[in-house]
Each structure stands twice: as C-alpha cells, then as structure tokens.
C-alpha cells in the first residue's frame, strides 16, 4: 500500500531525515519510535505529502503522494497531530461531519449518507451524548476523541497518528488507542503512528520502526526492537525489560 524508496528531506542543508527504506502493508499498525529529533514526525508529513522529499519517492496506491491532488488524497489518508481538533466554539456534530468534506464535490452539500456515517461515528465512539457540546467546553482527551471520529468519516485507508496521546492522562491514551485499534481491525485500516512511549507502541502496534538521527536503526516486531542493547544504542539509557503479566509483550522499566 505505501512504499517509502530511499527518502531523504535537508532544511537549509541540514539533513532531517536520510535514506530511510520503508514498505507497509495493507491492515498493519506500524509504530515510529525514537528519541527526540530522530525525524519521526518529518516521515509523516512526507507521506502525508505535507512536505516534499529532497530525494527519494513516497509511492501510496502505486502513485508518487505528490502527484495525488489535496482533495483526492484527503479521500484516502487522514492525519492527525498532538495537537488535535483545536478548541473552536463549534459543536462536537459540525466538527466531525467536516471529515465528509474530501468526498463532496464544489458547492455540493452534504446528503443523507454522508448524515448517517456521522451518525453511526457518533456511536462507536461514544460522543453520541457530546453531539451539541462545542469543542472550547471538552477536555483534551475528549477533543482527541472527537479528532478521531472526524477522521473516521472521512473514512480514510490509511490514518497518520503524530504523538496522538502526548497530552492526555494514562485513561485517555487508552481510550484513543484502543478506539484505532478497533477501528483498524474492524475496517482494515492501515496506521501509521509516531509514539513515544515505548510499552504503549509495543503493545499496540504489529511492527515497530525504530530511528535514529534521521535513519531507520532497525525494523521489526517488539520482540525485536524493545531490547535492551537495543534501546540502549539509541537511547542512551539503561532500561530493564520485563514481561506484561497478561499479554507477555516486552515492556521497560527505567
């Protein structure tokens, strides 16, 4: 579904990112993880085309993602920052039907299909009861919800997640990342998430990409990649690895 061929991205000829190989699969959460200034947040907005490539092609759907036009490519990939939905005084319903705004043609409103995907969003991700409650009256974690169910109807095949839970509490990164992971079981999504914690990538995600100063360091599953050596190469720390009690995924204490 998107391949990343030997993308590299300089800002006032300081490389950002450089030769970074990547091909993802159809349905696969894939996790970005890495310390700060690793280029993370760079390779999601290359392939959301929001930047361009100095060398290298991003090929989503067998076509360059600068070749799609905004709208066309808006009707397949959704993206979604840190930052989320900001608190506008609109209404939890109008914010989320803008996610049907990529699939309607110039000056065409909105039909009876596009109300009822709000409405069954709506449901799944219990905002049903938030519908008429403006966005600036929701805390973060209900506002990143809200940005979820926005990309939701947009019904996208593939979401770009930048570091969705960094501001919210331990409930609500819970909640968001489950909400994805339903979502991408369910529908056959592709995700693409940059995160910085690391037991929450591994035990969300089916295969971690781990990065260094630009580079790719090594990609695989959590059994590859939450290891010490490993982390420690990268980090520059010294965590211990131990097993969750339930699912057996490696996690780490510091």
Not at 84 to 99: N, Q
Not at 152 to 160: A, K
Request: with cysteine.
């Amino acid at each position: 579904m998107l391949d990343i061929q030997n993308v590299s991205k300089s800002v006032d000829g300081k490389p950002i990112v450089q030769d970074i190989q990547l091909s993802i699969q159809k349905g696969k959460c894939i996790g970005l993880i890495g310390p700060n200034g690793a280029g993370k947040s760079t390779v999601v907005k290359l392939i959301s085309a929001l930047e361009k490539p100095s060398a290298g092609q991003i090929q989503f759907m067998g076509k360059d993602v600068q070749d799609w036009s905004v709208k066309k490519l808006a009707q397949h990939i959704a993206v979604l920052t840190q930052e989320g939905l900001a608190p506008y005084p609109i209404t939890v319903y109008d914010a989320i039907l803008m996610g049907r705004y990529p699939h309607l043609g110039f000056f065409q409103r909105e039909s009876k299909r596009d109300y009822e995907i709000v409405e069954e969003v709506l449901k799944i991700t219990d905002l049903t009861e938030f519908r008429d409650q403006l966005l600036d009256t929701l805390s973060g974690g209900e506002r990143q919800r809200v940005a979820i169910a926005k990309a939701m109807v947009q019904q996208p095949e593939l979401l770009l997640l930048d570091e969705p839970t960094t501001y919210l509490d331990i409930g609500h990164q819970l909640n968001i990342l489950k909400l994805v992971q339903d979502w991408q079981k369910r529908d056959g999504l592709t995700v693409v998430m940059v995160l910085h914690d690391l037991n929450l990538a591994a035990q969300f995600c089916d295969e971690l990409v781990l990065m260094d100063h630009g580079r790719v360091v090594r990609v695989g599953t959590s059994e590859d990649i939450i290891a010490k050596e490993m982390l420690e190469s990268v980090y520059h720390a010294n965590p211990e690895i131990i097993r969750h009690p339930k699912t057996n995924i490696p996690q780490i204490l510091l």
